[in-house]
């Protein structure tokens, strides 16, 4: 079974469409995350949410919209995609406690290409 | 603003022979440093949480130390499979973001 699962793994798409990513985790987790890893492999933070309530939401353009609709469930609408949106999109998800610093569990990935 | 910085960029090894991966830090206030492995076209994997300076983790040929500043990586008598890009990554007492290096690219030839 999949931990952490993301849907489409490759997306290609034209300028200015919108297109949505899908990511499920099923290891019982309460926070999920994004992340963008541009062409020169550095992962940035985009967007966090802990029990559907959104806690990190980093400096990205508001074409970007993330969408929490449960625990286990965090997607990614992109609207009117330029060619900078190129990249790798990661989802994860981690189990947030105050004494314990538990690593992130990183789906697979989805290769973004705008042309 | 917390920063991490990963040298060297890539590390070129025959098989067995050891060396070190350095993560230099800047946090205000370290809640955990991290070290991910990540393949190609895969998502990083979760190695080791270190929480405080002197503390030591292992795992099979790695070990990850940690100081007030930097920590290391150390991989002993590396095999080919070891090959993979190894990532640091720091969370400050501030929040819940996770702020990921640039990463080291480690090629071990059989």
């Known amino acids: 079974d999949t931990a952490v699962s993301q849907t489409p793994k490759y997306l290609v798409t034209q300028m200015g469409n919108d297109k949505s990513i899908k990511c499920e985790q099923n290891?019982?987790?309460?926070?999920m995350y994004w992340y963008k890893q541009d062409s020169k492999k550095f992962l940035k933070i985009m967007f966090s949410?802990?029990?559907?309530?959104?806690?990190i939401n980093e400096t990205v353009p508001n074409r970007f919209s993330p969408k929490s609709p449960d625990k286990a469930h965090l997607n990614l609408h992109i609207n009117s995609l330029e060619l900078g949106d190129s990249a790798v999109y990661f989802c994860?998800?981690?189990?947030?406690?105050?004494?314990?610093?538990?690593?992130?569990?990183f789906g697979s990935g989805t290769r973004l290409t705008v042309v | 603003e917390d920063q991490v910085t990963q040298s060297p960029e890539a590390l070129r090894l025959q098989e067995g022979e050891s060396s070190s991966l350095n993560c230099s830090y800047t946090v205000s206030g370290l809640r955990g440093l991290f070290w991910y492995r990540q393949d190609p076209g895969k998502g990083p994997e979760f190695l080791f949480t270190l929480y405080s300076a002197g503390e030591e983790k292992e795992k099979e040929r790695l070990k990850a130390t940690l100081t007030k500043k930097e920590s290391f990586l150390h991989i002993t008598a590396p095999k080919p499979e070891d090959s993979a890009t190894y990532l640091c990554?720091?969370?400050?007492?501030?929040?819940?973001?996770?702020?990921f290096g640039a990463g080291t690219r480690l090629f071990v030839k059989a």
């Open positions: 290891l019982g987790h309460d926070t």
């Open positions: 949410y802990n029990n559907k309530e959104l806690i």
């Open positions: 994860a998800s981690s189990h947030w406690d105050r004494r314990e610093n538990y690593g992130y569990t």
């Open positions: 990554a720091v969370q400050g007492t501030g929040g819940f973001k996770t702020i």
